[in-house]
């Protein structure tokens, strides 16, 4: 906020120097941005005054002047402005001065006649609006004196903060100046003289939404005569970083600056039957704004209307068909306090944010619609005319007392570190209009807020702080600590080491996570961070499978979809369900930059809303795409396949601890391609594994499960994606949400050695190969160590329907050496299993 310090020594005194001011100002958490110098573009303009005015002889349009401007000889001018007299004093450009925009004044002739100078209107000066005329001097201006020395200003740029609405005005930092300086605060006088009739026989207001404008207050002034401000006025608004209208706009302006309520002020005559309605848009309503633009209103939006329509979004903008014109004689002024939820959401919905949307959406003081309808009135009347009517319209005339806040001096003090007595933080908060009194026992205390607050009882010495109205910020008992603090100085607060003893030792939430993304990473693999507002085209290009079980301490993915109201683009208008479709986006990125080769992987979450309530639930995804292998003398590059999407997620499953992965053939095809998917299950192992936080499982309880696939054509097409294979997963961890990992248990080296076999099974090509090794797996016994498959064989001298899955397994005992025959019975058993669970029969 641009704050003009002669402005602001109208509402209290400041001896202070400016870069003074601004130290104190930020310390008190108004931090000043910047110090500027308003008119030291001015350089070498100063007063002087018309001595005479004649007509150019050679042009019907010029006059030549003659100025004085104290000392030295006399000036000719040749000046194009009508509005110029013998006796006006006026703004003089000497040659060689530098006006705003860098423009360069210096001896010219015009029309074969010298001009000396230039005579200055406010709008070159950027003092006022008027560019028709010259700027018109007070008649006891003193000549000769530097424009920037009469009209210049020191500006403070003020930085705001959002929870303090109230000082977003001259008054509400002239309250900040007195708690520095303890100046007394200046209220604007408003001074009404009332005609009749009564205000209500010609004006009525109506609110349908409460809930939304909980205060309307209507004046009406008649009579006035539109014209500009005057120039100290305007002025004043240009200082501020607001542009002139005229009288009746720059007034509204004027006390939305002044005291911090934004008004609106309607021509009387577009208002049909002097009715005004606060109400919802009807869909289909339509509404030309002040910028001329037309807007189609959403049924969200509050706006003003009268009996024919709208007239004008609530706190945001008015409407062009009621805007005040320079025929206006009668002016309704509206005043209201509306929902600051409400009009951030409208000026996002409609990309319109103004000054006074700003304030609203911080939230306004109540009694302030009352003195600002007044305030506006009266400075309608004073400066274009006419007359109020009496009274006022107001939808709910009771204003709030001061809100009680209870709260501990010793509670204080121990949260700011300080030792002051509770006499002296009371005189901290009567600097900033906070009264005080002592609390009857047993006053409840508010230590947190929120819609259901946590109140403690008191204990020992309670203050009861009565917070005005205007003080929205101060609700709860750390509210009046930090008010105290920021009062007292921030810069006077004690640095001291906390006394409070640190918690032990806790693991990390976070090591199931951090495990996946080391060994991911080890793998090759590349995390990516996507967002989890996605297109819809997502949802329905690649509709991932929500079923299967999940494991302990992880949620189940389902629910409707969580779609954004007022999207800043469609591309981010839904709350994704699952990762796949963001690893596709970035593999179409990649592939649009020339990627040959994409291994990536997120660790995120998916939302949904099920009865009302937001749901959210964390999975691991990965993708693949592109080479496996690069080429190589002797051997062509090979493409990815779901082998190799297969061993990440045994990747991942080793590095948790967790039992042998079991991969299961899914025939559902799209969006998976037909016989190149599998879901994926895996339990907690033996030795180690995660633990959910709040959770006690136990080895053999679900801990991995998902969908591992390759992708249909069509969902590569939808992405417009150029690698023959995409490989993607999504599976859910248990402990991914939160959790830690086991600490693995070391076991003994063996002391006798291991035995390992190596077996071809042929079987028909409709077996899985996982069905071959679990099969082998639950036959080999207790003395089977590992086992795995290392080939897969199509061709002669099988026959065409048959393919050989070699497997590899180790035995071995801890109390003995193996002898053949046991192994040679083991195998057996294994060949007998596989002839009977999956119809194989080894091959030779």
Same mark, same amino acid.
């Given at each position: ?29 108004? @931090? ?15 007063? *002087? ?9 050679? $042009? ?44 360069? !004044? ?33 008649? +006891? ?10 009209? *210049?200003? !020191? ?49 009525? =207001? ?70 005004? /309605? ?26 003003? $209307? ?70 506006? $009135? ?58 005080? %009194? ?17 109140? =403690? ?30 009062? *007292? ?38 995390? =990516? ?22 494991? $302990? ?40 930059? +020339? ?6 992987? @997120? ?22 795409? +592109? ?13 990815? %396949? ?18 042998? =992965? ?26 180690? +594994?995660?633990?959910?936080?709040? &959770? ?39 402990? &991914? ?17 291991? /035995? ?30 590992? !086992? ?53 029969? !080894?091959?030779?």
């Amino acid at each position: 906020m641009r704050v003009p310090l002669s402005w602001l020594r109208e509402y209290v005194e400041v001896d202070l120097a400016p870069e003074v001011l601004a130290e104190r100002l930020t310390l008190l958490g108004m @931090e000043v941005k910047s110090i500027e110098r308003w008119g030291a573009e001015w350089r070498s303009v100063v007063v *002087g005054e018309l001595l005479t005015v004649e007509k150019h002889p050679r $042009a019907d349009r010029l006059s030549l002047t003659t100025v004085t401007i104290g000392s030295g000889e006399a000036l000719h001018i040749v000046c194009g402005a009508t509005n110029i007299a013998p006796g006006q004093r006026v703004p003089v450009a000497l040659p060689g001065a530098v006006l705003p925009g860098d423009r360069r !004044i210096e001896r010219t002739e015009k029309m074969g006649v010298a001009s000396e100078g230039m005579l200055c209107s406010g709008d070159e000066l950027e003092l006022t609006t008027d560019a028709d005329g010259i700027l018109i001097l007070p008649p +006891g201006t003193p000549l000769g004196v530097d424009l920037s020395d009469l009209y *210049g200003d !020191i500006v403070l740029d003020v930085d705001v903060k959002p929870n303090r609405g109230d000082a977003l005005s001259l008054v509400g930092l002239a309250r900040e100046v007195s708690a520095v300086t303890g100046a007394p605060v200046r209220h604007p006088a408003i001074e009404l003289a009332e005609i009749e009739p009564y205000v209500g026989e010609r004006l009525r =207001v109506r609110v349908e939404e409460p809930a939304l404008c909980s205060r309307f207050v209507g004046r009406w002034v008649t009579g006035v005569a539109i014209g500009p401000s005057p120039d100290v006025v305007q002025m004043r608004l240009r200082a501020a970083g607001m542009r002139p209208v005229s009288n009746v706009v720059d007034a509204s302006n004027y006390v939305m600056l002044e005291i911090g309520k934004p008004t609106h002020a309607f021509d009387a005559r577009a208002v049909h039957e002097g009715t005004i /309605v606060v109400r919802r848009a009807r869909p289909g309503e339509v509404l030309e704004t002040l910028d001329h633009v037309e807007r189609t209103l959403d049924p969200d939006t509050l706006i003003i $209307a009268d009996p024919a329509g709208p007239i004008g979004i609530a706190g945001v903008m008015g409407g062009a068909a009621s805007e005040v014109a320079d025929d206006t004689t009668d002016v309704i002024v509206e005043s209201a306090i509306f929902d600051p939820v409400s009009i951030r959401r409208t000026g996002q919905r409609y990309s319109l944010r103004s000054e006074a949307s700003l304030r609203f959406e911080k939230g306004q003081d109540v009694p302030t619609a009352r003195v600002g309808a007044d305030r506006v $009135a009266s400075l309608i009347v004073s400066w274009s005319g006419g007359s109020v009517l009496r009274g006022r319209v107001d939808t709910d005339p009771h204003e709030p007392f001061p809100s009680p806040v209870a709260f501990r001096p010793a509670r204080v003090e121990r949260l700011l570190g300080t030792s002051r007595t509770s006499q002296e933080q009371r005189a901290l908060l009567a600097r900033v209009g906070i009264e005080t %009194d002592v609390a009857p026992p047993g006053t409840p205390i508010v230590v947190a807020g929120g819609p259901d607050p946590l109140v =403690v009882g008191s204990a020992g010495e309670t203050l009861i702080a009565r917070v005005p109205t205007w003080r929205r910020d101060i609700v709860i008992e750390a509210d009046v600590a930090e008010e105290i603090a920021r009062v *007292g100085g921030y810069e006077t607060v004690p640095t001291r080491t906390p006394e409070t003893l640190m918690p032990a030792y806790r693991p990390s939430p976070l090591q199931v996570r951090d495990a996946v993304r080391e060994a991911l990473v080890g793998a090759g693999l590349t995390e =990516v961070v996507t967002h989890a507002l996605v297109s819809p085209r997502s949802l329905v290009d690649l509709p991932w499978p929500e079923d299967g079980s999940v494991p $302990a301490g992880e949620d189940a993915a389902g629910g409707t979809s969580v779609t954004v109201r007022n999207p800043l683009a469609l591309q981010h208008s839904v709350l994704r369900r699952h990762l796949p479709g963001s690893l596709l986006d970035v593999l179409a990125t990649n592939e649009r930059h +020339g990627a040959e080769r994409v291994a990536i992987f @997120e660790v995120g979450k998916g939302y949904a809303s099920e009865a009302g309530r937001a749901r959210e639930w964390w999975r691991l995804a990965f993708l693949l795409a +592109g080479k496996a292998e690069p080429p190589s003398w002797n051997r062509p590059g090979r493409p990815v %396949d779901l082998d190799d999407a297969k061993a990440v997620v045994e990747v991942v499953a080793e590095r948790l601890g967790l039992g042998p =992965v079991s991969f299961r053939p899914d025939r559902r095809g799209a969006p998976f391609h037909p016989g190149r998917a599998a879901s994926v299950h895996a339990a907690i192992g033996e030795t180690g +594994g995660p633990r959910p936080t709040g &959770l006690v499982v136990v080895p053999g309880d679900l801990a991995l499960s998902g969908h591992v696939a390759e992708l249909h054509p069509s969902v590569a097409e939808a992405w417009e994606l150029r690698s023959p294979r995409v490989l993607v997963a999504e599976i859910a961890i248990s402990g &991914l949400a939160g959790g830690t990992l086991a600490a693995p248990r070391a076991r003994s080296l063996p002391r006798f050695q291991a /035995v390992d076999r190596d077996l071809a099974v042929v079987v028909d090509e409709d077996v899985p190969a996982a069905a071959v090794v679990e099969a082998a797996r639950r036959a080999a016994g207790d003395l089977l160590r590992t !086992i795995r498959l290392f080939d897969v064989y199509r061709g002669a001298p099988l026959a065409a329907h048959e393919k050989s899955v070699a497997i590899r397994f180790v035995l071995q005992a801890a109390d003995r050496t193996l002898t053949d025959g046991e192994v040679d019975g083991i195998v057996a058993a294994i060949a007998d299993a596989l002839a009977d669970d999956v119809g194989g029969r !080894i091959r030779s």
